[in-house]
């Protein structure tokens, strides 16, 4: 998949029924590690659903049933046992819309560890302080920690939700559109911490814009009705696609 | 005829402001009338003195002990159970057949007369357990008339936190329980009190039920064996007996007053809960 060749999460065979709807349909997917991979693909074609496989979070709705495997670092999570707790330690996600806790900045982010047990005021504050040192909200925050969270802007509340995550030191981000509800120039600057947030995270984002799958990506993978059309190295698929419909959904032919 | 759309505006909007303003102007006559009737004979002595002979002399101590007895018993009792039924119907069930079931005779018990929850206490707690006559049996009673408001109030409250809330939450690798305690009941902590805080004044103002199971005792109460008179009942005795209407009178103002205090006090809660829910 990519030069090494590593893969962080693959799944197999991976099916997902939602009641009597097929949402996705042996889906064969590898995500390597410390890159970002994009799934791109029209409303509807199951990214958000596949996205939402990698951490459980499909288990939070009733009538979804899950059937294959999803390896992560080689292991089955989907196998009996697992504890979710310990899997979403791992594998966290920053949603669609930012949705701070109605808290102050230092409570948002300190939450994670609050309740995972760390109760020492100060080694609380060293955590929150590296956690948006992460998402570059420290130098604005550094003095405004008491601050009520929702009175920060939209790409500061999108960023304090990632620092939130951050806080609880994840191995793997899912992103589920993560600049949707951002200006063009907050997107902009999402990107860049993504970007930079690569070097230490394995990053999977799914997205409506295909220029921001470009931009951003090293991996990109494409969806249709519940399928994984195509994936491979972003260059590639924007460029050379080899399958027909990916190269018309790239072209604004459809979607 | 037909109206204009200007003019049948204008009409809806008399109707409205005529059918608002009796029902404030009987509510304000009604509050106004008994507060002039009763505040004047409002005293320290009153407040603080024991009756006497039936109620003609002397003061109401006794019964606001017995009334913040009672139903401070019966909310005690109802507020942790109503809270945890509601957790546990909203976060931990699915809607199905069972939690269907649960609501709706929550829903029925919410409509049966005080008296019906009387008439129960009495066979059951007073006779059939033994308590008497009692603040307990009184208690245990109000808990079981309040204890349907309390889930559904409860349950009102915690639907209203975001369900992302609860996601973040999860996502971050937290359990249920862990979100619920402190995601879900910290979001939702105003809207449950305020709950809690009306079924308190409920339970200050109910009558036919603690006259069935607490008695009407007028003496200052021991323990909680003791039988105890509320001030709303000990008013109904007084009007009824045609003992001093001023003592009655001075009765319902000092209830009226509480009763406007808990009120103001939920309403307070419940600002906080629509400011933090926007």
């Not at chain 2, 037909?2 to 509510?27: E, F, H």
């Not at chain 2, 009824?240 to 509480?258: C, D, H, N, Q």
């Amino acid at each position: 998949m990519t030069d090494n060749g590593q893969v962080k999460i693959r799944t197999e065979r991976l099916n997902l029924h939602y009641g009597a709807f097929h949402a996705l349909k042996d889906v064969d997917m590898a995500v390597p590690p410390r890159m970002i991979t994009s799934i791109i693909g029209p409303s509807g074609c199951g990214k958000s659903t596949l996205l939402r496989c990698l951490n459980r979070m499909n288990d939070l709705i009733g009538t979804a049933r899950v059937t294959g495997r999803i390896l992560l670092d080689g292991k089955d999570i989907l196998a009996g046992g697992t504890a979710m707790t310990s899997l979403r330690r791992r594998v966290g996600m920053v949603f669609q819309r930012p949705n701070p806790f109605p808290l102050s900045v230092f409570d948002n982010v300190s939450y994670g560890p609050r309740v995972h047990g760390e109760l020492d005021r100060r080694r609380l504050a060293g955590i929150v302080e590296s956690a948006l040192r992460a998402t570059g909200l420290w130098e604005t925050l550094k003095d405004r920690l008491n601050e009520h969270a929702l009175s920060l802007s939209p790409e500061q509340q999108q960023r304090l939700c990632i620092s939130r995550l951050v806080a609880v030191e994840p191995e793997v981000l899912l992103m589920d559109e993560p600049c949707s509800a951002l200006d063009p120039i907050a997107t902009g600057h999402v990107e860049d911490l993504m970007k930079n947030l690569a070097q230490n995270y394995t990053i999977v984002i799914v997205t409506h814009n295909m220029q921001q799958a470009a931009r951003v990506s090293d991996v990109t993978a494409f969806m249709y009705l519940g399928r994984l059309i195509e994936s491979g190295p972003t260059k590639d698929i924007f460029v050379k696609p080899k399958e027909k419909q990916t190269e018309d959904y790239i072209t604004g032919r459809f979607g | 005829m037909r109206l204009s759309p200007a003019a049948s505006q204008r009409a809806a909007v008399a109707v409205m402001w005529t059918m608002t303003a009796a029902t404030i102007g009987v509510l304000a006559f009604v509050i106004l009338y008994v507060l002039a009737r009763g505040l004047p004979h409002v005293t320290w002595e009153f407040l603080s003195r024991a009756p006497e002979s039936m109620g003609r002399r002397g003061g109401i101590f006794p019964m606001i002990v017995g009334t913040l007895a009672v139903s401070g018993m019966g909310v005690l009792i109802s507020a942790p159970i109503g809270v945890a039924t509601a957790i546990y119907l909203t976060e931990y069930t699915r809607k199905g057949m069972l939690t269907t079931i649960i609501r709706f005779g929550a829903d029925c018990l919410a409509g049966i007369p005080s008296i019906i929850f009387g008439l129960f206490g009495f066979v059951f707690f007073a006779v059939g357990l033994g308590m008497g006559l009692s603040i307990l049996s009184g208690g245990l009673t109000l808990a079981l008339m309040v204890l349907p408001t309390i889930i559904r109030t409860s349950e009102e409250a915690i639907r209203a936190v975001p369900q992302s809330f609860r996601e973040v939450s999860f996502g971050l690798g937290c359990t249920r329980w862990q979100t619920v305690l402190f995601v879900v009941l910290r979001s939702a902590l105003p809207g449950i009190g305020t709950g809690i805080v009306l079924s308190l004044g409920r339970s200050i103002s109910e009558t036919a039920a603690v006259m069935l199971t607490a008695g009407s005792a007028m003496g200052l109460p021991q323990s909680l064996f003791d039988s105890s008179r509320t001030l709303a009942l000990h008013f109904y005795i007084l009007a009824r007996e045609g003992l001093p209407m001023s003592k009655a009178y001075a009765t319902a103002a000092v209830l009226i007053v509480a009763m406007l205090g808990l009120n103001l006090l939920a309403y307070g809660l419940m600002k906080r809960f629509h400011a933090k829910a926007r």
